[in-house]
């Protein structure tokens, strides 16, 4: 079974930087994409950051220049690192990847920014 496992969360001050990794348990075959979403408070989820198989990357607008996706497919691993941490950063960050047939979650890791 598929398994996403997340880390690099954590509590930083306004302006902190944090480094989130995903690494998938298995090689999956016709990866689509990897991403980020992530899910603060009382609010639906929303991407955060993807990577396509070929490489385009896609951030949500308010991310836009403070947060670098990036891939390391030889090691089945995504990376997510979020400079100029805001507090409205604040909320669990769920990693994904996707294929044609399925899409596979990570249970997330918390991450909180401090005013």
């Known amino acids: 079974q598929v398994q996403l496992v997340e880390s690099g969360g954590g509590s930083v001050q306004d302006g902190g930087s944090l480094n989130l990794s995903c690494v998938v348990s298995e090689r999956i075959d016709s990866i689509l994409a990897m991403g980020w979403y992530r899910q603060a408070p009382g609010k639906q989820r929303q991407m955060v950051a993807r990577?396509?198989?070929?490489?385009?990357?896609n951030y949500a607008d308010s991310v836009k220049g403070r947060f670098t996706i990036s891939r390391d497919a030889a090691k089945n691993t995504a990376y997510l690192q979020m400079n100029r941490l805001k507090p409205e950063d604040t909320g669990v960050y769920y990693c994904?990847?996707?294929?044609?047939?399925?899409?596979?979650w990570g249970r997330g890791t918390q991450v909180t920014v401090s005013s």
């Open positions: 990577i396509s198989n070929f490489g385009n990357i």
């Open positions: 994904y990847t996707s294929t044609v047939d399925n899409m596979y």
